[in-house]
């Protein structure tokens, strides 16, 4: 069974840094292109960051460009999604999912917030 | 940036009856490879994003044969053919055919 499991959400302060872990079980994980996806509380979805099986290879919607980082380490089936600068409209739940869509994380929730 | 455009934004269909949501996108989403990556999501109150189809039409596994997707170039539907009490919550349609990605407002059903 496939299983997607992140973890590192919380609060944090606007500017500050936060990294959302994605630990991977069920599927072969090198093999997989991974992704990220957010949805503000009550509102609709956003793809948010794409990487490659590698992690060569890294995509991000202009509006996401500098400011979120996303890696992987294969040896430890984990996909990870730096955040920094961090802003109040960034307060979302952040899923991690397979590249295909098909299986999802339970999601984290990251709250911006003085 | 590809905008999807989902109607209605709410339904509330009776128990056994049809339901259809409309997706349009501001330009094709065929994809440069022939192939039209056009996804559906359910999510469920309280749940993660579900796909039901994926490329306009492919049915997931576990989905059941009371939903269909169809459609192509910019214009995709989702049907329910009798609607279920399991049914509630939101559907998303999403475009993977240029990036960046994106996906439909949402469309809330409900049951009545």
């Known amino acids: 069974e496939v299983t997607l499991l992140e973890s590192g959400g919380g609060l944090v302060q606007p500017g500050g840094s936060l990294r959302l872990s994605c630990a991977a079980s069920?599927?072969?994980?090198?093999?997989?292109?991974m992704s990220w996806v957010r949805q503000i509380p009550g509102k609709g979805l956003e793809y948010i960051s794409a990487?490659?099986?590698?992690?060569?290879?890294?995509f991000y919607p202009d509006s996401m460009k500098g400011r979120f980082t996303v890696s992987r380490d294969n040896s430890k089936n984990t996909f990870y999604l730096q955040m920094d600068s961090l802003r109040v409209e960034d307060t979302a739940i952040y899923y991690c999912?397979?590249?295909?869509?098909?299986?999802w994380g339970q999601g984290a929730l990251v709250t911006v917030s003085s | 940036d590809v905008v999807m455009t989902q109607s209605p934004l709410s339904l509330a269909v009776t128990l056994g009856q049809p339901a259809s949501i409309s997706c349009r996108s501001s330009?094709?989403?065929?994809?440069?490879?022939?192939?039209?990556?056009l996804n559906w999501f359910q999510q469920r109150p309280g749940q993660s994003p579900r796909r039901l189809f994926y490329k306009v039409s492919n049915r997931d596994s576990g989905v059941p044969d009371r939903f269909s997707g169809s459609g192509s170039g910019t214009d995709f539907t989702l049907e329910i053919s009798r609607v279920e009490a399991e049914d509630v919550g939101v559907y998303y349609c999403m475009q993977g055919s240029h990036w960046p990605y994106t996906f439909g407002q949402g469309t809330k059903l409900e049951v009545k």
């Open positions: 069920g599927f072969n994980f090198s093999d997989t292109a």
């Open positions: 999912l397979t590249y295909s869509l098909k299986s």
């Open positions: 330009q094709s989403v065929v994809n440069s490879d022939g192939d039209t990556y």
């Open positions: 990487i490659t099986t590698s992690g060569d290879g890294a």
